[in-house]
């Protein structure tokens, strides 16, 4: 966005409305600790997600790949549950020009999982049930922190409901589509600066959306210890609508309030699509091989429309800079034999895996409310059958983005500038799932 202005001198109409556009612009539509997680609570956790799309054996193929549902005998339940911890913290590099303190974590503990249902009704028609969200997380510095004119709290949620269906064409390859319906929640929070001098207002925004999407998969399975999946993703059109909240702006900005205070607000972005291919490769009757290639479409996300219902009918749209993302996963279970730690892990599988994600953000994009950078996960896991057709899962996934390097600056007439380095960014995900045969 760029602004012309004809005279060095700033009069009270102009400097609110230069600090109204420089509020609004930086309202976000993002999170921290990575966009679209791959930890959802299921055996995946202890691959790092590799296999994700060809693992049509676990009912949470409902969710990863539509196309797995009608490779099994009966109908299987997974229940999922997962807590995440995120170790984040900013530190000042010196040319911040707002004082505060440094935020203090911001992401803490935040509970995830999901719910998988998948079975056949005939030989070659499967279905599938999924409810889970890897969309989102939040965001919520200390008050005072020295980023708060461009972020203070930010939340954004995104939960699917997937209904699916699979045809398996022959006895190697089969096909499924789901509707994803997602629910999205977000809820944004400032403080900009209130006047000439030094204080903080108030910048309210949130709301909830129901938006569409699809799903579709193949697995294909040319020999019995061989899967490939693909899974495709749609991009989903997401408009939040609210009133604009100001609040405790001084009265140099009374012209600010009558044109933006508690009008309504359209937010439009996306949801971006997603390709992955997976691949489970059965090396001995004990260890199976697991790998994943994945690309997201974050440009377009990044792409964010803003309308203000105001005499003005005010719009902005903004491009956030972000690049297209990939991802490369690769792992390993093994079942346990006898004789091993004397005995007493007989029965158990064990994983591990690695994977690496690359950064849809520079550290000219990279902003308070979307600190994300690469990142690299490693995986462990465990499961055994616990009884005929009652099986436990347990998983643990540690996410490594390091020391990421942000210099956001805010538009005219404060400028305010964060500047400085988010270090040894980490995120620890704990797992656990029980699948069930009806």
Same mark, same amino acid.
């Given at each position: 966005?760029?602004?012309?202005?004809?005279?060095?001198?700033?009069?009270?109409?102009?400097?609110?409305?230069?600090?109204?556009?420089?509020?609004?612009?930086?309202?976000?539509?993002?999170?921290?600790?990575?966009?679209?997680?791959?930890?959802?609570?299921?055996?995946?956790?202890?691959?790092?997600?590799?296999?994700?799309?060809?693992?049509?054996?676990?009912?949470?193929?409902?969710?990863?790949?539509?196309?797995?549902?009608?490779?099994?005998?009966?109908?299987?339940?997974?229940?999922?549950?997962?807590?995440?911890?995120?170790?984040?913290?900013?530190?000042?590099?010196?040319?911040?020009?707002?004082?505060?303190?440094?935020?203090?974590?911001?992401?803490?503990?935040?509970?995830?999982?999901?719910?998988?249902?998948?079975?056949?009704?005939?030989?070659?028609?499967?279905?599938?049930?999924?409810?889970?969200?890897?969309?989102?997380?939040?965001?919520?510095?200390?008050?005072?922190?020295?980023?708060?004119?461009?972020?203070?709290?930010?939340?954004?949620?995104?939960?699917?409901?997937?209904?699916?269906?699979?045809?398996?064409?022959?006895?190697?390859?089969?096909?499924?589509?789901?509707?994803?319906?997602?629910?999205?929640?977000?809820?944004?929070?400032?403080?900009?600066?209130?006047?000439?001098?030094?204080?903080?207002?108030?910048?309210?925004?949130?709301?909830?959306?129901?938006?569409?999407?699809?799903?579709?998969?193949?697995?294909?399975?040319?020999?019995?210890?061989?899967?490939?999946?693909?899974?495709?993703?749609?991009?989903?059109?997401?408009?939040?609508?609210?009133?604009?909240?100001?609040?405790?702006?001084?009265?140099?900005?009374?012209?600010?309030?009558?044109?933006?205070?508690?009008?309504? #607000?359209?937010?439009?972005?996306?949801?971006?699509? /997603?390709? @992955? %291919? *997976? +691949?489970?490769?059965?090396?001995?009757? &004990?260890?199976?091989?697991?790998?994943?290639?994945?690309?997201?479409?974050?440009?377009?996300?990044?792409?964010?429309?803003?309308?203000?219902?105001?005499?003005?009918?005010?719009?902005?749209?903004?491009?956030?800079?972000?690049?297209?993302?990939?991802?490369?996963?690769?792992?390993?279970?093994?079942?346990?034999?006898?004789?091993?730690?004397?005995?007493?892990?007989?029965?158990?599988?064990?994983? #591990?895996?690695?994977?690496?994600?690359?950064?849809? /953000?520079? @550290? %000219? *994009? +990279?902003?308070?409310?979307?600190?994300? &950078?690469?990142?690299?996960?490693?995986?462990?896991?465990?499961?055994?059958?616990?009884?005929?057709?009652?099986?436990?899962?347990?998983?643990?996934?540690?996410?490594?983005?390091?020391?990421?390097?942000?210099?956001?600056?805010?538009?005219?007439?404060?400028?305010?500038?964060?500047?400085?380095?988010?270090?040894?960014?980490?995120?620890?995900?704990?797992?656990?799932?029980?699948?069930?045969?009806?």
């Amino acid at each position: 966005m760029v602004l012309i202005m004809r005279s060095r001198k700033l009069s009270p109409r102009k400097i609110a409305l230069l600090t109204a556009v420089s509020a609004l612009s930086a309202i976000p539509l993002a999170h921290a600790g990575g966009l679209m997680l791959w930890e959802i609570g299921t055996p995946t956790l202890g691959t790092a997600s590799a296999g994700w799309a060809a693992m049509p054996e676990d009912a949470s193929t409902a969710f990863t790949n539509p196309a797995g549902t009608v490779w099994r005998d009966d109908i299987e339940m997974r229940a999922a549950g997962q807590l995440l911890y995120g170790d984040i913290g900013f530190s000042n590099g010196g040319l911040t020009n707002v004082p505060g303190n440094d935020g203090g974590n911001p992401i803490d503990w935040f509970p995830g999982g999901g719910f998988y249902v998948a079975g056949r009704w005939t030989d070659n028609l499967g279905w599938g049930l999924a409810m889970a969200g890897n969309f989102g997380a939040a965001l919520e510095y200390n008050n005072g922190w020295a980023g708060r004119r461009f972020t203070q709290d930010v939340t954004l949620i995104g939960m699917s409901l997937i209904p699916s269906l699979s045809w398996k064409i022959n006895d190697c390859f089969s096909i499924g589509a789901g509707l994803n319906v997602m629910g999205s929640y977000f809820n944004f929070k400032s403080n900009p600066r209130a006047g000439l001098i030094d204080e903080d207002a108030s910048l309210k925004y949130s709301d909830t959306e129901i938006d569409y999407g699809g799903n579709l998969g193949i697995i294909y399975r040319p020999v019995p210890a061989t899967t490939f999946g693909i899974t495709f993703t749609s991009e989903i059109e997401v408009d939040f609508e609210d009133r604009l909240r100001l609040r405790n702006f001084g009265p140099l900005f009374t012209q600010l309030l009558e044109r933006f205070n508690d009008k309504r #607000t359209d937010i439009d972005t996306t949801v971006p699509a /997603t390709v @992955t %291919a *997976s +691949l489970r490769q059965k090396l001995t009757p &004990a260890t199976t091989l697991y790998a994943n290639l994945n690309w997201q479409d974050w440009s377009k996300y990044a792409q964010v429309a803003l309308e203000i219902d105001n005499p003005e009918q005010t719009s902005l749209r903004v491009n956030r800079g972000y690049k297209d993302t990939g991802h490369f996963a690769l792992g390993v279970r093994h079942d346990v034999g006898r004789g091993f730690l004397n005995n007493w892990l007989e029965g158990w599988s064990l994983s #591990t895996g690695f994977a690496y994600d690359s950064s849809m /953000t520079t @550290t %000219a *994009s +990279l902003t308070a409310d979307t600190p994300v &950078a690469d990142q690299w996960r490693l995986g462990l896991g465990a499961g055994r059958e616990l009884c005929p057709g009652v099986e436990l899962d347990l998983g643990f996934t540690f996410l490594w983005a390091g020391n990421m390097d942000i210099d956001q600056r805010g538009g005219p007439p404060f400028n305010p500038i964060l500047e400085g380095t988010y270090k040894d960014t980490a995120t620890y995900f704990f797992g656990g799932s029980v699948q069930f045969e009806l």
